[in-house]
């Protein structure tokens, strides 16, 4: 049976939109319960994973077009908005800064001045992946490019294999919330959380609107791991490895040196883009392309372009679909009907609380955290613009629900990529043991996100 997994699941979730396709739904348009069976065999097939996801997410793009649900500039709207561009110059940057050593050098450096014991490798991981996630914009190759700081770090210490594990644990842990603290932490969801509200919002906004309760959120987060993982044993650091590894960088290539201008000019402009107006995809995106021309760039080469993941994008595109082609068919409102009370909690913590619990529970049962971005989301915005909600409060706080959420590395791809001896050097086990206390803290962001906006005016 095992064997098969993959077949029967393919073979039930066909059979799950043959269902659902067919039902007498009076309530749901035909639009809407068509898009209805395609979404949910599509989330099946993610959660599952019976195929990778960019497959899975052509299959269901062309299906809203072969069925006649929408028509191409709705099912690839993604395409024609700068969220995809971001995305594309962010996997392109991010390569830049890796394969320049000047990530790692910073890594070296801050290591030798600032590392002495378990505590300070677990406090140096946090702070590398804050400083890091303003440089390279995607948490994975950030991620890495630690972990083979700490690889060096755990073979020098001579760590056994459980510590070594919660080291490697740590610097794929801590990706999940230091991420959301800047708009560019991650490319991906974060921008995709503000195009799915509808709203506009600058790097600046988020930083105002997200930035504590993102730092809130990693700080519970460092406490809580310190909590759970104690070393077996006192650390020595052999820091004349550490050096060693730093010496064999050599001093600045000119390489490093013009990684760190055009760097430079990518987070002035980030930070600036609610004063001059330019989109934060085509900053991004000129930035990349002048990266890779000749005499002001040469940073970037032809084989980096292999770094930008189709499959992946795809993967977006059909996420964003679900939710744009879910709300002209009436697909968000026949769900927001079904899974969500007929009126708005009076308290605003109660509405946050409902909000998170909700969320988690998709999450826990669907998996995929941009899938279930694309089902959530405009759900609660249906759900609370008959209040005079901005649609950017449910947004984010569903979004900050699944996005801080895992108990099983298939729950998060920042926490998946790390699973094995070769990666992170963690197991299932180690997942689990965090994944469920963790989602007391992300209740109590939830929660403290209520309290702040009322402080920024958000709510």
């Keep these: 049976m095992k064997k098969y997994k993959n077949e029967i699941l393919f073979v039930l979730g066909i ?202 959120a990693s700080i519970l987060t460092l406490l809580l791991f310190l909590k759970i993982f104690k070393p077996e044993k006192e650390v020595n650091i052999n820091k004349e490895e550490i050096s060693k590894k730093l010496k064999e960088l050599g001093s600045f290539s000119s390489k490093e040196i013009r990684m760190i201008f055009w760097i430079t000019t990518a987070i002035i402009f980030w930070t600036t883009d609610s004063f001059h107006g330019i989109d934060l995809g085509w900053i991004t995106l000129i930035i990349a392309a002048l990266m890779g021309m000749p005499l002001v760039g040469d940073v970037l080469e032809a084989k980096d372009w292999a770094n930008v993941p189709i499959g992946i994008l795809f993967f977006l595109t059909a996420a964003v679909a679900i939710g744009r082609i879910g709300s002209s068919t009436g697909m968000n409102s026949w769900i927001a009907s079904v899974i969500l009370p007929a009126e708005l909690p009076a308290n605003i913590f109660i509405f946050a609380l409902m909000i998170v619990l909700i969320s988690i529970t998709m999450h826990m049962f669907l998996g995929s955290v941009i899938a279930v971005m694309g089902i959530a989301i405009p759900a609660f915005i249906i759900f609370a613009e008959g209040y005079g909600i901005n649609p950017l409060v449910p947004a984010l706080m569903a979004y900050s629900s699944i996005a801080l959420h895992y108990v099983f590395p298939f729950h998060h791809l920042n926490i998946l990529v790390g699973i094995g001896e070769n990666n992170g050097m963690y197991d299932n086990k180690t997942v689990i043991k965090f994944g469920l206390p963790l989602t007391a803290v992300i209740i109590i962001v939830v929660l403290f996100q209520a309290l702040w906006w009322q402080v920024t005016s958000l709510i």
């Design 15 to 216: 059979l799950l939109a043959a269902v659902i396709w067919n039902l007498e739904l009076p309530s749901l348009p035909e639009a809407g319960q068509r898009t209805l069976a395609l979404s949910l065999m599509t989330v099946l097939f993610w959660a599952s994973k019976v195929a990778h996801p960019g497959y899975i997410s052509a299959l269901f793009l062309s299906s809203l077009l072969v069925f006649d649900i929408a028509d191409p500039e709705a099912v690839f709207s993604l395409w024609s908005s700068s969220l995809i561009y971001i995305i594309i110059g962010a996997y392109l940057i991010a390569s830049a800064v890796k394969s320049s050593g000047l990530g790692e050098r910073i890594a070296y450096n801050f290591i030798l001045k600032f590392v002495n014991s378990y505590k300070s490798i677990i406090f140096s991981i946090f702070f590398l992946t804050l400083i890091l996630s303003l440089i390279i914009p995607h948490p994975w190759p950030r991620s890495f490019l630690i972990m083979s700081v700490m690889a060096v770090v755990i073979d020098s210490a001579s760590l056994s294999k459980n510590d070594g594990a919660k080291i490697g644990f740590a610097v794929f842990a801590f990706s999940v919330p230091v991420s959301m603290i800047f708009m560019t932490g991650d490319s991906t969801i974060n921008i995709l959380a503000v195009e799915m509200s509808g709203e506009s919002l600058s790097w600046l906004g988020w930083l105002y609107q997200m930035g504590v309760p993102a730092l809130l």
